[in-house]
């Protein structure tokens, strides 16, 4: 993917995670530079933005991209928050007022209709934060 269309993607991120995208690809700063201007570690900003770079990558933000206006109001709205914004399950269905369960069950059948197995959400360490492998 160009740096281009992730820029493209990143308006879907959260707005501190589109930031990051977009000064490191759209504005050309080094991640030395934007750490400074964020007194945030260089190597945390480099790890994050290599987890930002294969989230808008997968096969999930993909379908959720293309199909999400398609869906019931719920089903949208958590893949909205896992795979968008990188939200955790339980925060998920806290503010949505859902079960983790229905939030977990919704999440696994993204999953599936992606094609991409397993686990809490897999890549970069998320914990089930929709990151994928």
């Known amino acids: 993917m160009l ?8 308006q879907n991120l959260g707005e501190r995670d589109r930031a990051l995208v ?3 690809y759209e504005r050309g700063l080094a991640i030395k530079a934007v750490a400074a ?3 945030t570690p260089s190597g945390r900003l480099h790890r994050r933005l290599g987890m930002l770079v294969r989230r808008v ?3 999930l933000f993909r379908l959720v991209l293309r199909e999400h206006s398609r869906w019931p109001a719920d089903r949208r709205a958590i893949a909205e928050a896992f795979v968008f914004k990188g939200r955790p399950q339980r925060e998920i269905a806290r503010s949505l007022n859902l ?3 229905r939030v977990r069950t919704e999440i696994e059948h993204l999953k599936a209709l992606a094609g991409v197995s397993g686990g809490g959400g897999g890549g970069g360490g998320g914990g ?3 990151e994928i492998d």
Request: proline share 4%.
């Open 57 to 59: 990558r997968s096969p």
């Open 3 to 10: 740096a281009e269309e992730v820029v493209l993607a990143s």
């Open 128 to 130: 089930g934060r929709g």
């Open 37 to 39: 201007i964020t007194h």
């Open 22 to 24: 977009r000064a490191v």
């Open 99 to 101: 079960s983790l369960h």
